[in-house]
């Protein structure tokens, strides 16, 4: 099926409950949100609960959605086997990695994407949380659905009025935390993905720390610092070796505080908040050229 440019997609997990996928296209669609196609993931057709939803939207779709494209992906495990149920964590490694892949399509054909975390395995609303921070960008969008108990008891595939509505979830993207993890939609792997997310994370992470200790601090701070971070000593204990006051020391960690506050945009700063900091940094550089 052909689709249009501005086109958008709902990725949705099914269980036993096939109204939570129409109650949140309906919602989407009174949006006037241009959904053409339906994901929908689902374990192995052997469990009648999840026969009977998969069929209920195969039926209800061409009568109430004919413009929409409604594809089922059954989860499998790296035999292709289909999976039962995501019981188990090689179950919820292969679930996550057919979302990932299924949203990184999406996105590579220039699809906005809904993805609704309502119904379903819980494990699979986790993963899909985490493939939105690696792959989302600001036009794609997370949704939980709150509706009336009345309405999910009914079975009614449809809301009225007022009886069903979409929440969104807010992402915090990858991309947006740094420039460089935009490379990771070259992955066809979600771990592998993670894995350089985490790389990433930790070389921005020394980068800033190197900054703050080799342009920020003073000499003194810097002596002081390394002492309180790498030895735990105290103030007393660093004015003995440095043959400084305690006061003098208390100043100079003060003023290493306040540089960290700005440097890191933080709140507050402490000594334990120095540690957690360079910790890494001297291990990886201390007494280096």
């Given amino acids: 099926m052909a ?11 099914v269980g036993s409950k096939p109204q939570l996928v129409t109650i949140a296209l309906d919602l989407l669609r009174r949006r006037k949100e241009n959904v053409q196609r339906v994901v929908v993931l689902h374990t192995t057709l052997d469990r009648p609960a999840t026969r009977t939803a998969i069929a209920r939207l195969g039926e209800e779709f061409p009568h109430s959605y004919p413009t929409v494209h409604l594809r089922p992906i059954c989860l499998c495990d790296e035999r292709g086997i289909p999976l039962s149920d995501v019981d188990s964590e090689p179950a919820a490694r292969e679930a996550f990695r057919v979302l990932y892949r299924e949203m990184k399509a999406s996105k590579q054909a220039g699809r906005r994407i809904h993805l609704s975390i309502a119904g379903g395995r819980k494990i699979i609303a986790v993963y899909g949380m985490a493939a939105a921070q690696l792959l989302f960008d600001t036009h794609d969008r997370v949704w939980h659905i709150f509706s009336l108990p009345a309405l999910i ?7 009225a009025p007022g009886e069903a509505s979409l929440i969104r979830v807010p992402v915090l993207r990858w991309s947006e935390v740094s420039p460089a993890l935009t490379d990771m939609i070259l992955s066809d792997d979600p771990f592998q993905a993670l894995r350089r997310q985490e790389e990433l994370r930790r070389a921005d992470a020394l980068r800033l720390a190197r900054a ?11 002596e002081v610092v390394q002492l309180a971070v790498c030895e735990g000593l105290t103030d007393a204990e660093i004015g ?8 003098t020391v208390g100043h100079h960690l003060s003023s290493a505080y306040q540089k960290a506050r700005a440097t890191f945009g933080l709140n507050r700063a402490d000594r334990h908040t120095l540690t957690a900091l360079l910790a890494t940094y001297y291990a990886l550089w201390d007494n280096q050229p």
């Fill in 153 to 159: 008891a009914s079975r009614a595939l449809h809301p």
């Fill in 240 to 247: 003995e070796q440095t043959c400084r006051s305690p006061k």
């Fill in 3 to 13: 689709m249009e440019a501005n086109a958008s997609i709902l990725i949705a997990p």
């Fill in 212 to 222: 703050f200790v080799e342009r920020e601090l003073s000499p003194a701070e810097r």
